[in-house]
């Protein structure tokens, strides 16, 4: 007896270890998601981080929720979109509604020639905080040789892709110099992992991803803070807002208390639930899931039904 129980007490140090180390890693997990989820860091984005923001495609959708939340923080406002009718719209909603100032620049972000437009425009403005908020989509989920006017998607993405890389560069000198500022680059869950029928608009979000990350670790130390956010917008037609799909609004809100405490964020308690459930598929399972799911979105939207869809974002 005595041989026996000798012989099973190193069984049970082990499987003692290992169960007290599931329960750390718990704790860890609800005590960092706590943090993140519950107490927030919404104290961060104030102009204490400098007098202006800058939101590129600032005119509808996400980038216009948040203009709106940045100018409601006494942030003054630099508004990059396409339309200069919609962005005067904007910038005199927030003037009177906030009390702020703002400035716009209207360019085509599809050309190659706007980067000096750009740079004029931001000269000499003390920038805290750049939201980077142009991507580029097609009108549904298609096999890639079928995408409409693919090599007219093509150039446009090369156009984005140096956008991403120019913008960035633009302010983050200055950032780095004065070592404090946020840039939140808006990737997307479909950037997390391949998407079959969204092919090149999944690349071009994992490239946000990768890109914004890597950044954060290279100048975490020196005061900066970059953060990809995985969001649903106006690009993926969510037009009834659920639990699972908020509105533009609401999504900010809750995003903006994350800044500076993930480099990658969900942005929103119940994405954050959802992407945890659905890594634990396995690729292949998950990648058979969406490709039945693009197949049934494509035709809907070949046919011409109206009915709301989305196109994860």
């Given at each position: 007896l005595a041989a026996a129980n000798q012989t099973h007490e190193p069984l049970f140090w082990v499987g003692a270890c290992t169960v007290a180390c599931v329960l750390l890693w718990l704790l860890y997990r609800l005590l960092s998601g706590f943090r993140i989820w519950v107490l927030g860091n919404g104290s961060l984005l104030t102009p204490r981080l400098g007098k202006w923001a800058v939101v590129t495609g600032a005119t509808d959708g996400i980038g216009k929720s948040y203009a709106e939340e940045l100018a409601r923080r006494g942030f003054a406002l630099m508004l990059i979109s396409r339309s200069q009718d919609k962005l005067d719209d904007v910038a005199k909603l927030l003037e009177e509604q906030y009390k702020v100032e703002t400035k716009t620049i209207a360019v085509d972000f599809g050309k190659a020639d706007i980067y000096g437009t750009i740079e004029e425009g931001l000269s000499g403005l003390e920038i805290g905080v750049l939201v980077n908020n142009v991507g580029v989509s097609y009108p549904y989920p298609e096999y890639y040789l079928h995408i409409p006017n693919l090599d007219n998607v093509s150039g446009r993405l090369s156009v984005f892709l140096t956008l991403c890389f120019v913008f960035t560069s633009f302010k983050l000198i200055s950032f780095v110099f004065r070592s404090k500022g946020v840039i939140l680059n808006i990737s997307s869950a479909s950037g997390m992992y391949p998407v079959p029928l969204l092919t090149v608009y999944?690349?071009?979000?994992?490239?946000?991803?990768?890109f914004s990350r890597g950044l954060q670790e290279e100048y975490r130390r020196q005061g900066i803070?970059?953060?990809a956010d995985f969001v649903a917008t106006k690009m993926t037609r969510i037009r009834k807002p659920t639990l699972d799909k908020p509105t533009p609004d609401r999504y900010v809100q809750a995003e903006v208390t994350t800044v500076g405490l993930q480099s990658q964020t969900n942005g929103y308690f119940p994405h954050a639930v959802m992407e945890t459930i659905l890594l634990q598929y396995t690729h292949t399972y998950l990648s058979f899931m969406m490709v039945s799911?693009?197949?049934?979105?494509?035709?809907?939207?070949?046919?011409?039904d109206k009915k709301d869809l989305i196109l994860c974002r």
């Open positions: 999944s690349a071009t979000k994992a490239f946000v991803d990768f803070i970059v953060q799911e693009r197949e049934r979105e494509r035709e809907r939207e070949r046919e011409g």
